[in-house]
């Protein structure tokens, strides 16, 4: 089947190295990462398969769990878990799927629908389209692919900062420019049709002000909907109950009760920690 950006992801039922598992039982109410293996004991797949079993904390700090697959059986998975570990110096502590009957590769568009028979006699030749790696929210919806050709191992810090932004825009009105990295300038979407009470606008007013109070009282949410043109802002440090957020002559003011916590922005830390904002 074809699958798109914000399709449910499949759902199957599945033998793992951990025992049998629901896929949508098993993400729960959390992100997972699904990364697929042409072959057990292929090098390349080798020092990947390692590589996350080190930075898998990272991962779990996010929320996000990660599951491997490969279309040998679990008996074989098992056995690469201890060359992986003498090999690469790390332990395989995430499960791994055992996809014999190749259903799960037919089901995530890796293999063509009609691809007859099992796992038996195949090689990393005839696999070389399971390289995907599938990003999964807790919505059960795809929210990344990316598949690699055979001879290219993986990038999966890539996959850590994507996560990042993901869940960042997930939350906030945001978007994230080219080789953006946590704690980096954002950009606040403008392309927003809540009306008026989706945005707090004004002209220039002093912190403290009847009018800067009163705009803050109106703002519903952090966005920013003067033009349906995307902007790169900085966040400024006020004194006052609100942030303020400028570009060019707007001024943009932000009540404090939406800004716990968002997102760090040019100099300063979008949301207040121990009444204050500070410098990164």
Same mark, same amino acid.
């Given at each position: 089947m074809s699958l798109r950006i914000n399709d449910i992801a499949p759902n199957f039922t599945a033998q793992t190295?951990?025992?049998? %598992?629901? /896929?949508?039982? $098993?993400?729960?109410?959390k992100w997972a990462v699904l990364f697929s293996h042409p072959k057990d004991f292929t090098p390349v797949c080798t020092t990947e398969l390692g590589y996350?079993?080190?930075?898998?904390?990272? /991962?779990?700090?996010?929320?996000?769990?990660? %599951?491997?697959?490969?279309?040998?059986?679990? *008996?074989?998975?098992s056995k690469w878990v201890g060359d992986i570990e003498e090999t690469q110096g790390a332990t395989v502590r995430y499960p791994m799927i055992g996809d014999t009957d190749l259903k799960v590769a037919k089901l995530y568009n890796m293999l063509p629908a009609e691809e007859p028979g099992s796992s038996d006699g195949? *090689?990393?030749?005839?696999? @070389?389209t399971v390289r995907t790696v599938f990003v999964i929210g807790p919505d059960k919806k795809i929210k990344l692919m990316l598949t690699y050709p055979m001879t290219t191992g993986r990038n999966f810090d890539e996959i850590l900062r994507v996560l990042d932004s993901? @869940?960042? *825009?997930a939350k906030h009105k945001v978007a994230t420019p080219v080789n953006w990295k946590q704690g980096e300038d954002v950009i606040i979407a403008g392309d927003l049709t809540g009306g008026a009470s989706d945005v707090c606008a004004a002209s220039p007013v002093s912190a403290g002000s009847a009018s800067h109070h009163a705009s803050h009282q109106r703002c519903d949410q952090v966005a920013l909907a003067h033009s349906r043109v995307?902007?790169?802002? *900085?966040l400024h440090q006020n004194p006052s109950t609100a942030h303020v957020l400028r570009h060019r002559h707007h001024q943009y003011i932000v009540p404090r009760r939406?800004?716990?916590?968002? /997102?760090?922005?040019?100099? $300063? @830390? /979008?949301?207040?920690?121990?009444? &204050? %904002? &500070? &410098?990164?």
């Open positions: 190295t951990q025992g049998v %598992i629901d /896929f949508h039982e $098993w993400i729960g109410d996350m079993a080190k930075i898998e904390p990272e /991962f779990t700090r996010r929320n996000a769990k990660l %599951i491997g697959l490969s279309v040998d059986p679990v *008996t074989s998975h195949r *090689t990393a030749a005839t696999n @070389q993901m @869940q960042m *825009t995307a902007y790169v802002v *900085t939406h800004t716990s916590p968002l /997102f760090r922005s040019g100099r $300063w @830390q /979008f949301g207040y920690r121990a009444g &204050s %904002i &500070s &410098s990164r």
